[in-house]
């Protein structure tokens, strides 16, 4: 059936008037199909490269590379998971094995409200409380500046913890000295109403560089 097809085509492009080049191109697409359903076209196609024997070559080559680069250097590990050889277990005896916590940050009040949030034009959490109220530091740290002021943070504490810094402001009295050690359970102060203040409460601010963090995305606060 192909070869009739091919030779009722061969003799339509003889009669219709046509530039020499384009019937050449057209005559070749015709004896190209014609071929191609005879057979299998993918096969026909890649037979060519197949029987190339420069390609042929370089695949050996490839193989043969191959499979010294296995031979020298062993089962490719994502292919083989048993590789042979004895297996070695590390056990640690008993007795040495170390737990590490870490300490959780803590509110610095333990009876209060939040009065008013971390906002963008208050860099920092307002938890009113009683006048009195112990007032202790997010974690353990160094204090490292106790300021008494009259307007804006009133009496306030600075408490360094390595990679940020707390500040407690609005303090009625002060109860730590500058550079002074503390922990979880030292009394800063107590809580006030100093400086720049409508009422009883205390001003908290972490600060880790040149920004501050909203105290609730790091305090369990209520």
């Known amino acids: ?10 003799l339509t492009l003889k009669k219709v008037r046509t530039p020499l080049l384009i019937k050449e191109a057209s005559w070749r697409l015709i004896s190209w199909v014609a071929k191609a359903g005879k057979s299998d076209p993918v096969s ?14 370089t695949v050996g080559l490839v193989m043969a590379i191959l499979a010294l680069v296995v031979a020298v250097w062993g089962p490719i590990p994502s292919l083989a998971t048993d590789t042979g050889g004895s297996l070695e277990v590390n056990v640690l005896p008993e007795g040495n094995i170390e737990l590490v916590t870490y300490e959780t940050n803590q509110v610095p009040v333990e009876h209060y409200r939040v009065s008013q949030g971390y906002r963008f034009y ?47 402001a609005h303090l009625s009295k002060i109860n730590v000295a500058f550079d002074q050690e503390v922990d ?11 400086g720049r203040s409508s009422g009883p409460h205390l001003h908290l ?5 040149n920004k501050t ?4 995305s790091v305090l369990d606060i209520k």
Not at 184 to 194: A, C, N, Q, R
Not at 205 to 209: A, L
């Open 122 to 168: 208050h860099p920092g959490m307002d938890l009113a409380a009683k006048i009195g109220e112990p007032v202790k530091p997010m974690a353990k740290g160094k204090v490292v500046l106790v300021q008494k002021d009259r307007w804006n943070y009133g009496q306030h504490v600075i408490v360094d913890h390595g990679d940020y810094q707390t500040l407690y």
């Open 184 to 194: 979880t359970e030292t009394v800063l102060g107590e809580i006030g109403s100093t």
């Open 205 to 209: 601010e972490i600060r880790e560089g």
């Open 44 to 57: 026909w196609l890649i037979q060519p490269w197949v029987a190339h024997k420069g390609l042929k070559r």
């Open 1 to 10: 059936m192909w070869n009739y097809l091919q030779n009722i085509a061969g």
């Open 213 to 216: 963090i909203n105290p609730k």
